[in-house]
């Protein structure tokens, strides 16, 4: 499962962008999806992460100001980020975990990350 990321960019703080993070292949079913971001010299840290049912959860820095969503016919993960700040300057990471189909039509578990995308934001 191919996991594609889109909409990152250069915007001025108190801005807002969204991402988007589709995914590609024999999906049978995805369970929980997450956005995790990176700055130069830091570690990768989960932002949100939302469940099948929808469930969501954020990390303390991004609430209220971010919300994930996803479209489940789709395949598709968003996350809406309001009110940018510098220090959300990063790369960007979907990931998704669930199962997809083989050749013979059996499930097999699957955890795949997004390619990044890059989100700069300017004082």
């Known amino acids: 499962v191919q996991l594609q990321a889109s909409g990152g960019g250069l915007v001025q703080a108190g801005g807002s962008l969204r991402l988007s993070c589709e995914a590609s292949?024999?999906?049978?079913?995805?369970?929980?999806m997450s956005w995790h971001r990176q700055a130069p010299g830091k570690q990768r840290d989960l932002v949100a992460s939302?469940?099948?049912?929808?469930?969501?959860n954020y990390a303390g820095s991004v609430k209220g100001r971010f919300t994930i969503s996803r479209d489940n016919a789709k395949n598709t993960l968003y996350l809406q980020m309001n009110s940018l700040k510098p220090e959300d300057t990063a790369v960007y990471y979907c990931?998704?975990?669930?199962?997809?189909?083989?050749?013979?039509?059996?499930?097999?578990?699957?955890?795949?990350w997004g390619q990044g995308t890059q989100v700069t934001v300017s004082s």
């Open positions: 990931r998704a975990v669930g199962h997809y189909y083989t050749d013979n039509q059996d499930p097999v578990a699957f955890g795949s």
């Open positions: 292949g024999k999906v049978s079913s995805i369970n929980d």
């Open positions: 939302i469940t099948s049912g929808g469930n969501t």
